[in-house]
């Protein structure tokens, strides 16, 4: 079995740019937000689904799902929320899985940024490595490449777990406070401990 590690971490703490260094390094990345945006894209595989729960008018006249629409649904019922990942979710993981069998990397990388959230990867990964950074910088580098404002990160922030929460979960941690020369080399140690992980998984079976 390919070993998995399961990657997340707080809005804007890094988890893009830890992955891509990965990637560099021969790591296979499956990003799980990229594949929930390509499920809901015109002809995407949730679409039928969504429409037949949600209905039509959830749905833009290409044929995508409209995600200002099910962005204030999901504000006023909580309720949809969980109908739409009963919806993603198992179609996501179904690809998570086909990815992986389909790569000859010598592991996988699963981004997920709600995973502590969802519990959805409890139990499939064999690693959960967190991507984690003071509060404030995650705001300032979200702001910087964002249009929200401060009050809308730190909003976005209260809707996740907060860091002591998730860092209890992880397996691994990257602290993501330095530069990104302090990132590649936290990524490289990382990936280096996940090769002989691998290895040691491909030589039990
Ligand atoms: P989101 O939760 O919004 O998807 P993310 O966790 O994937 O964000 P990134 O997109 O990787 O985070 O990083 C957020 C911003 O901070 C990006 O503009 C990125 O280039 C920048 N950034 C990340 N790490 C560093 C670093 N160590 N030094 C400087 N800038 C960084």
Do not use: W
Not at 158 to 175: E, H, K, N, Y
């Amino acid at each position: 079995m390919t070993l998995l590690i399961g990657l997340t971490g707080g809005i804007g703490s890094g988890k893009t740019s830890a992955a891509n260094l990965f990637a560099e390094l021969g790591a296979e990345i499956i990003d799980t937000d990229e594949l929930a945006h390509r499920f809901t894209r015109p002809g995407g595989l949730g679409m039928a689904a969504i429409r037949q729960a949600f209905g039509p008018e959830f749905v833009t006249p290409d044929g995508a799902l409209d995600r200002a629409k099910m962005r204030a649904l999901v504000f006023s019922d909580p309720g949809a929320k969980g109908r739409l990942e009963a919806i993603l979710h198992p179609l996501i993981r179904e690809e998570v899985e086909r990815r992986i069998a389909a790569s000859r990397a010598p592991y996988a990388l699963a981004v997920v940024p709600l995973l502590v959230e969802t519990d959805a990867y409890r139990g499939r990964i064999d690693r959960l490595l967190v991507v984690d950074c003071a509060e404030e910088t995650q705001i300032t580098r979200t702001m910087s490449r964002s249009r929200l404002t401060r009050d809308e990160v730190r909003g976005i922030m209260g809707t996740q777990v907060p860091r002591s929460v998730r860092l209890a979960a992880a397996d691994d941690v990257i602290l993501n406070d330095g530069d990104l020369g302090d990132l590649q080399r936290q990524v490289q140690a990382l990936h280096e401990k996940y090769l002989g992980l691998a290895r040691r998984t491909s030589a039990a079976g």
